[in-house]
């Protein structure tokens, strides 16, 4: 009688233990936000590490990161919230009950099926290890090792038939050693212990510990999606109105070109001259001079700026001066708090979805390095790419850079061989270009703009090429006092006003050497016409 009811109570106390069923996903939290997290210990990185996800500590420091694509969280509510947010899903994790007990060594090219797996030793990582969702994407894998976790150099975790790497959950009790050009999916949750990642290491999936320091040195590093994860679409995107159409535009500033440029889109500036653009190598119109277009087009730049500059970020990206460097961004609001300068590679990842909006709001001037790249993965479209920047921008030579420009009271240089696929826009400031290469993307609507052609027929200016005299008739001679010509030289000097008195005017011109000029004609401070005027003295 005794036995039986102390076998009654052991199965009364099992069924009370909190288990997890191997089919059940650990609910992670908001631990779930960070990539790199101890609950007691410092943080810390060597290198150039790319990283996405939350980076902080609950007790200590992090040191030594540059630009990660989240937040860093040291010490904080956010942290604090982590830190029980960890010990609940290890708790979930060590008291999931185990169906497979593999043995210490993993990998050598075998292949495992969804389940809970249990080594009570250390263990080790070595060549490959597959894991078989068997197109069930919410096959959830978890392995629990009671004592330290080594990796080999160039091991790998691979997903197949379905397996994401947010089903897949490490719980270590014991140091965790990742060896170098490691490629590892998965949670790691280490139990009062350290974990050290080395060079060329990727992990997809989070490295977590309940006390003990983490570093790494030169790794890639980002959280999983799916699962659930939230979908990150970043800001609604920057309406350009009549902007859109321009491939290069100034609101207060000559643009000039050197070279053979090829532009898809307008391009103009609304005070001063627009230069040594080729029409043959321009597909759209070029504004040689201010004009009711050009007009628009500062109207609405200045709107686009202020939406842009008003979008509250998302994250502050810490080192300006390390932009680049092959950082992996997803879709956000990115705040920098300096001059920046890009170096090699940006990606933008979309994570598959082709509407997500990436805005930088750079608080200083912008340079890139000879041959940088900006590159578009996973579906980012480079029409919803959009760069804020307060102060100038120096493109430098065969750099491919995607999105649209914006700069407020700097000017432009697009030196040799810049690709952009966007546009280079500024509210005030000179833009320079030399033989670059820039393709406006969606956004124009050419029904929208004012036909020229049919204005341009106000007035009949000639002869033209003209040598003492030209003639100007009015086609309206309703509006006679409110018209008002000036003509400019290459430079943008004014040379002649003259206010409009009669119908017909002839105007006498001997002063004009041999060249040619720029003349626009306003009305009611609107530009109703302009063109050349070429002296042939």
């Not at 009688?1 to 908001?30: D, E, H, R, W």
């Not at 889109?265 to 597909?283: A, I, P, Y």
Request: net charge negative.
């Amino acid at each position: 009688m005794k036995k039986i009811i102390l076998n009654s109570i052991a199965v009364i106390a099992l069924l009370l233990i909190p288990t997890t069923n191997f089919g059940q996903t650990p609910n992670l939290g908001t631990a779930a936000n960070f990539v790199l997290f101890t609950t007691n210990g410092s943080v810390s990185n060597t290198g150039i590490s790319q990283l996405t996800g939350n980076v902080g500590t609950n007790n200590g420091s992090s040191t030594g990161f540059g630009n990660v694509n989240g937040g860093m969280q040291d010490n904080n509510l956010i942290s604090a919230q982590c830190a029980t947010d960890l010990l609940i899903v290890y708790n979930q994790l060590n008291n999931s009950i185990p169906n497979f007990f593999p043995s210490s060594l993993l990998g050598n090219e075998d292949t495992l099926t969804a389940g809970t797996f249990s080594i009570p030793s250390a263990a080790t990582l070595n060549s490959n290890l597959t894991l078989n969702g068997q197109g069930n994407p919410n096959a959830i894998f978890i392995f629990q090792i009671q004592g330290s976790f080594s990796t080999n150099a160039n091991a790998k975790v691979k997903l197949i038939n379905g397996a994401q790497a947010c089903n897949v959950f490490w719980k270590i009790e014991g140091l965790v050693s990742v060896g170098s050009e490691n490629s590892i999916k998965g949670t790691i949750i280490a139990n009062n212990a350290a974990i050290n990642m080395n060079t060329n290491d990727t992990l997809e999936g989070r490295a977590l510990s309940t006390t003990g320091s983490i570093t790494i040195d030169g790794v890639l590093a980002y959280t999983p999606i799916g699962c659930g994860s939230l979908v990150l679409t970043g800001p609604p995107a920057a309406n350009l109105g009549s902007a859109a159409c321009y491939a290069v535009f100034s609101s207060d500033g000559g643009v000039s070109n050197a070279g053979v440029t090829n532009l898809t889109g307008d391009v103009g500036t609304n005070v001063g001259l627009t230069t040594g653009f080729n029409s043959l190598n321009v597909t759209g119109t070029i504004h040689p001079i201010p004009d009711v277009s050009t007009a628009a087009c500062a109207s609405d730049l200045l709107n686009t700026y202020t939406y842009l500059n008003s979008i509250p970020y998302d994250i502050e990206l810490l080192y300006p001066a390390q932009f680049g460097n092959n950082l992996v961004l997803t879709p956000h609001t990115y705040w920098l708090n300096a001059a920046t300068i890009l170096t090699d590679t940006l990606y933008l990842n979309g994570l598959g979805n082709n509407n997500a909006v990436f805005v930088f709001q750079i608080n200083g001037a912008l340079s890139t390095s000879v041959h940088s790249k900006i590159l578009l993965i996973n579906g980012t479209q480079a029409k919803n790419v959009f760069w804020k920047i307060d102060g100038a921008t120096d493109i430098n030579d065969y750099s491919v850079f995607n999105g649209t420009i914006v700069c407020n009271n700097g000017s432009i240089n697009l030196n040799t061989g810049v690709m952009i696929n966007g546009r280079a826009l500024t509210t005030t400031g000179a833009i320079a270009a030399s033989e670059i290469t820039v393709n406006i993307t969606e956004g124009c609507n050419p029904t929208s703009i004012i036909s020229y052609s049919d204005i341009q027929k106000t007035v009949n200016i000639y002869p033209n090429p003209f040598t003492d005299n030209i003639n100007i008739i009015l086609n309206d001679n309703s509006k006679i006092s409110k018209k008002e010509l000036t003509v400019y030289n290459s430079l943008g000097e004014i040379l002649m006003q003259y206010i409009f008195t009669s119908n017909t005017t002839n105007i006498e011109m001997k002063n004009f050497p041999s060249g040619v000029y720029h003349y626009v004609i306003i009305e009611h401070d609107n530009t109703i016409q302009y063109g050349k005027l070429i002296s042939q003295q």
